[in-house]
């Protein structure tokens, strides 16, 4: 079946911009998680959405970074104004039901180069 | 503050060599840890060991979790140049869903 989706795969933007990456979970995956991963470094995690409860946000950077998720399905990260060092590839996982004894399925990232 | 440490960083092998990676972490209300390989972008599921001293297999790739010590080990054996990629080791607690990595390992296999 398919896997996590995201789009774009790359964007380059100008410092200052705001930029919007997706993200479609597997169907019928309850939690989704961002994280983001920079040059030279581990898996940083960002937000957490499990159904209907209140996301945990407590992984966001800077209050420039938002994240929503629409109709328990696909979700969008916002990063507003930003900064060379929000350079990194972002990813998505989605997982059946969020337990900690469930596995994270991974997308294939989005690559984001600020200049 | 939790932390999950893998070593090497990096390692070059021929090609039917056998790696053994490492992770040790130091994280409150451990519950599981994970093993992943990434070769380009996405992350893929290799492992889950939630309890210690239960190896678990497949095909060539193994691995095993001492929870008393606090590490695990991913062991490849008859390498092939496929295996090459980043090996990401995390743990999930208890009180949540979030994986905290380590830095990874990229394994090199050379034909």
């Known amino acids: 079946g398919a896997g996590v989706s995201q789009s774009p795969s790359n964007k380059v933007t100008e410092k200052g911009k705001d930029v919007e990456l997706r993200c479609d979970p597997i169907s019928g995956h309850t939690a989704l998680y961002w994280y983001r991963q920079s040059l030279g470094q581990g898996l940083e995690f960002l937000i957490y959405?499990?159904?209907?409860?209140?996301?945990?946000k407590s992984g966001l950077p800077s209050d420039r970074f938002s994240a929503e998720r629409t109709g328990g399905s696909v979700s969008t990260l916002t990063i507003q104004r930003t900064q060379q060092e929000d350079s990194a590839v972002y990813l998505c996982a989605s997982s059946l039901q969020g337990a900690t004894q469930e596995t994270q399925y991974f997308g294939p990232g989005t690559r984001l180069l600020v200049l | 503050e939790d932390k999950v440490v893998q070593s090497p960083l990096s390692l070059v092998v021929h090609e039917g060599d056998t790696v053994t990676l490492n992770c040790s972490y130091e994280?409150?209300?451990?519950?599981?840890l994970l093993w992943y390989k990434q070769e380009k972008k996405a992350p893929t599921f290799l492992f889950m060991l939630?309890?210690?001293?239960i190896e678990k297999k497949s095909g060539r790739l193994s691995s095993i979790l001492d929870k008393k010590e606090l590490f695990s080990i991913l062991n490849i054996t008859a390498t092939q140049t496929g295996d090459s990629a980043v090996y990401l080791c995390?743990?999930?607690?208890?009180?949540?869903?979030?994986?905290?990595f380590g830095e990874g390992t990229q394994l090199t296999v050379n034909p």
């Open positions: 995390a743990v999930v607690k208890t009180s949540g869903s979030r994986l905290t």
């Open positions: 939630t309890s210690s001293g």
């Open positions: 959405f499990q159904g209907n409860s209140a996301p945990d």
């Open positions: 994280v409150t209300n451990f519950r599981s």
